[in-house]
C-alpha cells in the first residue's frame, strides 16, 4: 500500500475517488496498487472505471470469464476509438491486473460506468444544466453498480474534472461534478492526481493551429501521442496519498487531498486509431 492510506481510511469513506490526467501509465497503477492491498487484507471491493457505461454489460460478461479467455473477451469491449487516455494500454493492464486476483479468490468486481447508460436515464436527467446530465449520470451509475454488491469500497478512477467536489460554472449553467453528486449517497473522498511531469499521452492542437472559443478543431489540426508535461513541483518522493492542499497549494473545497504519482509516463490507446 502506498503511503498515506490510514489518514484516508479513518474518514470511514465508501467511496474513493482518484482524479487522474488520463493518459499515463502510473494513475492505473497506482489505483492496482491499492485495490490490490485492500482486497489482500480481505476488503470486498468494487473498482469503477471511466469507460462507457453502454460497455458495462461486455466487461460483466468478460469478467466472468476464466483468465485464458478473459484479455480476449475484454479487448473488444468498447476499446476502439478513444484517443484520450481512458482505453489506454495502462487501463487495460489495470483490470487484467484486477481480474487476475479475483480468479485467485480476491473479491472484487469491475464496473463501467461512463455516460448514459441508457434512453430512460438520458431522459430523466436532460433538465440539469450545463454537463449536469452527464456528471449526474456517472454518479448514478456507480451508486447502482454499487448497491448491485455488498462492498466494503468502492475505488474510482475517473479524470479529474469529475472528481471535483464543489460547483462548476456560473448562472444558470452551473452545474454539479460527478463526485459532489456522489457524495449524496455515501461518505466520499477525492484525491488529486499530482506528478513531477515527463509524458503522458492525449490529444492537442498541432503548432500553429488558431483556437478560437466554441468553434470545432477539425481532425487534421490535432496531434494525439505522447507529449511531454511539466507536471506539479517535484516532491522527490516515491508515490504516497495526502489529505490536504498539495505543498505550496492553497486549502480548497474541490478536492479532499491528492496522490502525489512522482514522474510520470505516456500510455497509448490499447487500440490505435487513425
Known sequence: MPQGWP???????????????????????FVGRIACALASDGERLLVAVE???????????????PADRFEPALGAAGWAGREDGVA???????????????EAGVAVDV???????????????????????HEAAQAENIRDAAAAGDYDRILIL???????????????????PMAMRLARYGPTTSLRMRDAGGSMWNCIPKPGTNVRPGQPIT????????????????????????LGPFPGGEPGRDYDG????????GSPPL????
Not at 475517473?158 to 454539479?176: M, N
Not at 481532425?219 to 495526502?242: N, V
Request: charged content about 25%; some cysteine; hydrophobic content about 40%.
Open 7 to 29: 489518514a484516508i481510511a479513518e474518514r470511514r469513506p465508501h467511496y474513493v475517488i482518484f482524479g487522474e490526467t488520463h493518459g499515463t501509465r502510473e494513475a492505473p497503477a
Open 158 to 176: 475517473v479524470g479529474s474534472f469529475h472528481a471535483r467536489k464543489s460547483p462548476v460554472g456560473e448562472g444558470a449553467d452551473r452545474f454539479e
Open 111 to 133: 464496473a463501467a460506468f461512463n455516460g448514459m447508460r441508457d434512453d430512460a436515464q438520458r431522459a430523466r436527467l436532460a433538465g440539469l444544466p450545463g454537463q449536469g446530465p
Open 258 to 265: 491528492f496522490i502525489w504519482l512522482g514522474p510520470v509516463s
Open 219 to 242: 481532425a487534421d489540426k490535432i496531434d494525439c501521442g505522447i507529449h511531454p508535461t511539466r507536471g506539479d513541483s517535484d516532491l522527490k518522493r516515491a508515490p504516497f496519498m495526502q
Open 271 to 274: 487500440v490505435a486509431g487513425k
Open 51 to 65: 469507460q462507457s457505461a453502454t460497455d458495462n454489460a461486455a466487461l460483466q460478461a468478460a469478467w466472468r470469464l
Open 88 to 102: 489506454s494500454e495502462a487501463m487495460f493492464a489495470l483490470l487484467v491486473r484486477l481480474h487476475g486476483l479475483k
